[in-house]
């Protein structure tokens, strides 16, 4: 303690006056290792089409995103989420069961390729319906029982393309333990489950949705999607993926929803956190900082860091490759 005059104070400021000073007392850590990269993977050869709405983000057939995740695991990076994006869609997405899209491809390739890397695919029907809805629908409604068999065909044929890891994102009811019960039943019972557990109707999806094709065509996604005003109504949805069969959890978004993120990581603690910084996130950020009125390195880290302290084990980023690399600069 520090005396002036009459007055007793801490003085904290030691503990920041240095770089290396403040590394050393950091509580948090950004690694590298705990990001997630997620790619949108397309039919053809030698195709890396920009997505307007995120720099530096690209569809990309199955031999680019080879190139791709060869130079993220050049900076230590060895998860790739993977989303396809077909050449044709209908109204129920029969491409997205194919063995030959682009996605069971992706799967087969990285095993090949990188076979200490892990796969881990988004299992969902928006990017594969015409209509844009993340399943079947009965008139307007998506109906939520149909759907699940048309999940649960998707899980399988990327567990029978090699995947580590099937993640479902379509919200709806009994979609976890339709999947565990397919994937058991096919003898994939050591393909583990990431649940989109937490996924809010977020004003943040725009860009992805841009990337992916899947905006609907009608209506929006509220009524499965959870509302932003919902945090124990979070937890619920969380607790009914884990006793369905979901090894692993998630909360997505990650920087409107940290104090969901936080509550997940203490109520959860057996399961590993999972958090998306999705794509509104990381394209704001980057036209903030072309706009020149923030530093784009400084926020991204700051933005993974806040994610990381809420409690969030593995992050998926679109930042990965390029946060990997600037850790590693600091290093």
């Known amino acids: 303690m520090a005396t002036e005059g009459s007055i007793e104070f801490r003085r904290f400021r030691p503990l920041r006056s240095s770089e290396a000073t403040r590394q050393q007392n950091a509580e ?19 195709r890396r089409d920009a997505v307007p709405s995120m720099p530096g983000i690209y569809r990309m057939s199955v031999d680019e995103a080879m190139r791709e995740a060869e130079k993220a695991i050049s900076v230590g990076i060895d998860r ?8 044709e869609k209908d109204d129920v997405g029969k491409r997205a069961w194919s063995p030959d899209e682009a996605v069971q491809r992706s799967v087969a390739e990285l095993g090949t390729r990188f076979p200490d ?23 307007r409604i998506v109906d939520n029982d149909a759907t699940l068999s048309l999940l649960a065909k998707t899980a399988l044929s990327h567990a029978e393309a090699g995947a580590d890891v ?46 992916a094709g899947s905006t609907p065509s009608f209506g929006d996604r509220r009524s499965y999607q959870m509302a932003p005003s919902q945090r124990g109504e979070a937890m619920e949805e969380i607790e009914a993926d884990v006793r369905e069969g979901a090894d692993y959890i998630m909360v997505k978004p990650a920087l409107s929803y940290l104090d969901v993120i936080a509550s997940a990581r203490a109520k959860f603690p ?18 903030a900082a ?13 933005l993974l860091l806040s994610i990381k302290r809420a409690g969030a084990q593995k992050i998926i980023t679109y930042f990965a490759i390029d946060a990997a690399r600037w850790i590693k600069e600091k290093a």
């Open 166 to 211: 099937v993640a479902p994102s379509a919200m709806m009811d009994g979609q976890v333990a339709a999947i565990r019960a397919a994937l058991d039943d096919a003898g994939h019972s050591g393909v583990n489950i990431l649940g989109y557990s937490a996924k809010y109707a977020s004003a943040f999806y725009g860009p992805f949705r841009d990337a």
């Open 270 to 287: 057996a399961n590993q956190l999972y958090a998306y910084n999705v794509s509104g996130e990381y394209s704001m950020i980057h036209a």
């Open 117 to 139: 890397a892990q796969s881990i695919t988004d299992v969902c029907m928006c990017e594969y319906t015409s209509h844009g809805h993340c399943g079947q629908l009965t008139g």
């Open 28 to 46: 948090t850590r950004l690694l590298g290792t705990e990001f997630v990269y997620p790619m949108f993977v397309i039919n053809g050869k030698n």
């Open 80 to 87: 790739f989420l993977f989303f396809g994006i077909p050449d």
């Open 290 to 302: 072309a706009n020149g009125w923030i530093n784009l390195k400084d926020a991204a880290l700051e």
